[in-house]
T-cell receptor
Framework: QKEVEQDPGPLSVPEGAIVSLNCTYS??????FMWYRQYSRKGPELLMY????GNKEDGRFTAQVDKSSKYISLFIRDSQPSDSATYLC?????????????FGQGTILTVHP | DGGITQSPKYLFRKEGQNVTLSCEQN?????MYWYRQDPGQGLRLIYY???????QKGDIAEGYSVSREKKESFPLTVTSAQKNPTAFYLC????????????FGSGTRLTVV
């Protein structure tokens, strides 16, 4: 079993829709959670970062972590065609894992006009 | 502007040949990482380095080698022992600990011909 599981999709939504992207993880030591956005043939870019449980909002994006159920979510409001990309969740335990991020498989999102 | 530069963007390798992928960063980050990305498999860690002159194997190090002689540079050699080298290779860096996420380069697409 992978430590971080993510539905690869693909996910296709109309412009303006609310998008929900989800990951589950199995390592109870994970404390730091990130979402990356990756456009085709480009490197991933950090979109959201959260520590422990709770919500974090940045513009149209909201990241949510529920450590009790080991569930990570990213919500995109008023989705735009420019949001079409692969979204990767990632987690880090800190401490002795020293910087090693564990990534999900990525979800391919297409927002059509 | 600070960032990570990977070169070349595209690389073709003949069977039995070693090739070296370049990764340079000017972010003054201590840690550097190499990932391999294949469709549907997310990012898999090849090697990482927390400090100059020190590096550790990741999850799929067989057939690869690295060096870290300078803080700014972390080249990856794909040797002839790597049986399936065709993939998208991503270099990343982070401050010590990496808990706040990585900065990625734009990637190198390696194809065996």
């Amino acid at each position: 079993q992978k430590e971080v599981e993510q539905d690869p999709g693909p996910l296709s939504v109309p412009e303006g829709a609310i998008v929900s992207l989800n990951c589950t993880y199995s390592n109870s030591a994970f404390q730091y959670f990130m979402w990356y956005r990756q456009y085709s043939r480009k490197g991933p870019e950090l979109l959201m970062y959260t520590y422990s449980s709770g919500n974090k909002e940045d513009g149209r994006f909201t990241a949510q972590v529920d450590k009790s159920s080991k569930y990570i979510s990213l919500f995109i409001r008023d989705s735009q065609p420019s949001d079409s990309a692969t979204y990767l969740c990632a987690s880090n335990a800190g401490g002795t894992s020293y910087g090693k991020l564990t990534f999900g498989q990525g979800t391919i999102l297409t927002v059509h006009p | 502007d600070g960032g990570i530069t990977q070169s070349p963007k595209y690389l073709f390798r003949k069977e039995g040949q070693n090739v070296t992928l370049s990764c340079e960063q000017n972010l003054n980050h201590d840690a550097m990482y190499w990932y391999r990305q294949d469709p549907g498999q997310g990012l898999r860690l090849i090697y990482y380095s927390q400090i100059v002159n020190d590096f550790q194997k990741g999850d799929i190090a067989e057939g690869y080698s690295v060096s870290r002689e300078k803080k700014e540079s972390f080249p990856l050699t794909v040797t002839s022992a790597q049986k399936n080298p065709t993939a998208f290779y991503l270099c990343a860096s982070s401050p010590a600990g990496g808990r706040y996420g990585y900065t990625f380069g734009s990637g190198t697409r390696l194809t065996v011909v």
